[in-house]
């Protein structure tokens, strides 16, 4: 969760699952599309999509294949990944809760803003390569484009209007994008988007489970 999952691991996974794991379409290897950097973050794919993706991850991981030590950083055998909820990067946004005002560290200047996100009026209008920005250190942990960049699905479902029943076809999505304006950014940059929805502006991040 460090960063936003980059096209190059997704190509790698989406390879990797392609020659050992059946299915009935093959994953993609190459969704984006801004293609300049391989470390650029993945974008212009579903949340169908990226929840088959993060289930042919889970089976290789499963398998104990070996090349997944290589991709993702501290992987071992058997590890669980999945999207983060709403509540689970806010926390992390807020360092641990301890944020409780809707103010960020940095939203009151526009030169520190820059330097940790890409936003509309840095970006040229388009992706930039993960953790090229200064991070937010939570808990003595650095991540980086916490805000900017691209946005994120979350597996968090959305509830209709009158909040007692699910909004059925729809997922939040959460942070900003690098055609974000910098007054936007903040605490609350969360939306319902459909679950087919293919966007330039749209990745993902990973969470691992902890393990027992």
Do not use: C
């Amino acid at each position: 969760m460090a960063t936003h999952t980059t096209q190059d691991i997704w190509y790698d996974i989406a390879t990797l699952a392609n020659e050992n794991l059946k299915f009935q379409k093959p994953i993609n290897p190459k969704p984006s599309f801004f293609t300049h950097h391989p470390y650029a973050p993945v974008e212009q794919v579903t949340y169908l999509e990226v929840r088959e993706w993060i289930d042919a991850l889970n089976k290789l991981s499963a398998q104990g294949q070996p090349e997944l030590t290589n991709l993702i950083d501290g992987h071992k055998n058997g590890d669980i990944y999945r999207l983060p909820s709403v509540n689970e990067f806010e926390y992390v946004l807020r360092n641990q809760g301890l944020v409780t005002t809707e103010n960020l560290p940095f939203k009151d200047d526009s030169t520190t803003i820059d330097a940790h996100t890409w936003n509309i009026n840095n970006s040229g209008g388009r992706t930039h390569m993960v953790a090229d920005k200064m991070p937010i250190i939570v808990n003595g942990k650095k991540f980086f484009d916490l805000f900017g960049n691209v946005r994120h699905f979350t597996d968090t479902q959305v509830l209709a209007e009158n909040a007692n029943r699910v909004l059925k076809g729809y997922v939040a999505a959460q942070g900003t994008s690098f055609a974000s304006l910098s007054e936007k950014i903040g605490f609350s940059s969360v939306d319902a988007v459909p679950v087919n929805i293919r966007s330039r502006h749209i990745g993902f991040r990973l969470v691992r489970n902890i393990r027992e």
